[in-house]
């Protein structure tokens, strides 16, 4: 099979040389970049994310990055969002009461998490479905590596005859949240698995692979 080309989508938002490090590891072809053409012609698109929500979103309309994101999945071409890079791809985002529109590729709210200590920062567990791609190979009790003080808590896609439900992986610090998404060619983690050693470059390659 030959080398997958990946674009790190490059909008002023993220861990772009360490996610471009461990996407190499993973198999990929790398280039950073925002360039329109490029971006839709690869063979995935990252869409990393670090920082305040309405922050990425301001950076990724200035490159009119939710509509590339938005035509690629259209053509059924996969997107893979991490950390704040997932949180964009919600409905909106509540920030210090501050509410900011996302992409909307999904409903919900991404808020501030009900919990003691925040941020949420280092090792934790998650719960997968049997079916996950995105974790097949990975043992039960595999950690990842989270860095975040908000996300989507509750959330749920109304059933459908026509559409596949996806796939919910969930965590728990305070209460459960959604630490990664599934639904065709849209997946993305709250956690980030460039950061998250093995089990990270685990979940990039299968990520890869399935490209």
Same mark, same amino acid.
């Given at each position: 099979?030959?080398?997958?080309?990946?674009?790190?989508?490059?909008?002023?938002?993220?861990?772009?040389?360490?996610?471009?490090?461990?996407?190499? $590891?993973?198999? /990929?072809? *790398?280039?950073?970049?925002?360039?329109?053409? #490029? &971006?839709? %012609?690869? !063979?995935?698109?990252?869409?990393?994310?670090?920082?305040?929500?309405?922050?990425?979103?301001?950076?990724?309309?200035?490159?009119?990055?939710?509509?590339?994101?938005?035509?690629?999945?259209?053509?059924?071409?996969?997107?893979l969002g991490i950390c704040v890079g997932m949180q964009i791809l919600f409905d909106r985002g509540v920030e210090f009461g501050v509410e900011t529109t996302g992409c909307a590729?999904?409903?919900?709210?991404?808020? $501030?998490?009900? /919990?003691? *200590?925040?941020?949420?920062?280092?090792?934790? #567990? &998650?719960? %997968?479905? !049997?079916?996950?791609?995105?974790?097949?190979?990975?043992?039960?009790?595999?950690?990842?590596?989270?860095?975040?003080?908000?996300?989507?808590?509750?959330?749920?896609?109304?059933?459908?005859?026509?559409?596949?439900?996806?796939?919910?992986?969930?965590?728990?610090h305070g209460g459960p949240f959604l630490a990664a998404v599934e639904n065709g060619p849209l997946s993305a983690t709250q956690f980030h698995p460039e950061k998250s050693g093995?089990?990270?470059?685990?979940?990039?390659?299968?990520?890869?692979?399935?490209?």
């Amino acid at each position: 099979m030959s080398t997958r080309t990946v674009v790190l989508l490059d909008y002023g938002s993220g861990n772009l040389h360490s996610a471009e490090r461990a996407l190499v $590891r993973a198999g /990929a072809r *790398v280039e950073v970049t925002a360039d329109p053409q #490029t &971006v839709l %012609a690869a !063979d995935g698109l990252v869409v990393p994310g670090v920082g305040a929500f309405a922050a990425c979103m301001a950076g990724l309309r200035a490159i009119r990055g939710e509509r590339l994101i938005g035509r690629r999945l259209a053509g059924g071409r996969p997107v893979l969002g991490i950390c704040v890079g997932m949180q964009i791809l919600f409905d909106r985002g509540v920030e210090f009461g501050v509410e900011t529109t996302g992409c909307a590729e999904w409903p919900g709210t991404v808020e $501030r998490l009900s /919990a003691p *200590v925040l941020p949420h920062m280092g090792w934790n #567990t &998650v719960s %997968a479905p !049997d079916d996950s791609e995105l974790f097949a190979g990975l043992d039960v009790d595999t950690r990842f590596y989270f860095v975040h003080s908000y996300a989507t808590q509750k959330w749920e896609l109304p059933p459908s005859e026509h559409i596949a439900s996806p796939r919910l992986t969930w965590a728990h610090h305070g209460g459960p949240f959604l630490a990664a998404v599934e639904n065709g060619p849209l997946s993305a983690t709250q956690f980030h698995p460039e950061k998250s050693g093995d089990a990270g470059a685990h979940l990039l390659r299968n990520w890869v692979t399935s490209l």
